[in-house]
Each structure stands twice: as C-alpha cells, then as structure tokens.
Nanobody, 129 residues
Framework: QVQLQESGPGLVKPSQTLSLTCTVS??????????WTWIRQPAGKGLEWIGY???????SYSPSLKGRTAISRDTSNNQFTLKLSSVTPEDTAMYYC?????????????????????WGQGTQVTVSS
C-alpha cells in the first residue's frame, strides 16, 4: 500500500518561502515510471497543478508558478520537497502531494488533465502576516 504524507508549517508570512515535504511509504520515489507531484486547491476553487519530480529526478513546473517553484528529493529518506518562494496571500491553499503514472504524463499535454493513483491527505497552508 502506497502512502503519501505532507508535512510543513501551516502558516507562512508574505514574501517568505513555503516549504513542504511529502514522505512516501510503500514505494520508492526512484521506481520507474512514476512522477511525484504537488497540487494545490484554494478554498472554493479547483485543483492547480504545481509541478512534479520524476523517478529519474527530472522536474517540471507550472508556467504560472515557474521562477518561484522548486521541487527536490531526498532519496535516502524517500521524500520530495516543494519550495515556493515570495509567497502572497494568493498562495493560501490546501496543498497535496500525489503520484502520477508515466501513462498520464505521456498522454496528456495539459497538466490539469493528469490523474493520480495515490494522494496524501493534504495540508492547509495560510499566507498571512
């Protein structure tokens, strides 16, 4: 059974960097061909794809967040981390980590169409002074 668990501060001040970690159990983040993804959902709005780090360590980010986003991994602890810099209140959302398969990545050009087979429970992040 694959499990994902998000962790990190629930409150971040404007202009600071949001940092969240997803700890994965039941599967290795280096196993082909999976993509370890961050997604967020502001209250009352739809899901927004943030980006992923692949089994090989390659990354892809949402153009709307590119430049502020970095996803990295710690293979020894089977974790991957999201860093979002220069946050504003508009970055307030529920943040999820999830696993996507190679099939969904290769068959959909629009990340909003990706599907996921495993999700974390989500963690609320509020940006406020």
């Amino acid at each position: 059974q694959v499990q994902l668990q998000e962790s990190g501060p629930g409150l971040v001040k404007p202009s600071q960097t949001l940092s969240l970690t997803c700890t994965v159990s039941g599967a290795s983040i280096t196993t082909s061909y999976y993509y370890w993804t961050w997604i967020r959902q502001p209250a009352g709005k739809g899901l927004e794809w943030i980006g992923y780090i692949s089994y090989s360590g390659s990354t892809s980010y949402s153009p709307s967040l590119k430049g502020r986003t970095a996803i990295s991994r710690d293979t020894s602890n089977n974790q991957f981390t999201l860093k979002l810099s220069s946050v504003t209140p508009e970055d307030t959302a529920m943040y999820y980590c999830a696993r996507a398969t190679d099939f969904t990545i290769q068959t959909h050009t629009n990340p909003s169409e990706y599907s996921y087979d495993y999700w974390g429970q989500g963690t609320q992040v509020t940006v406020s002074s």
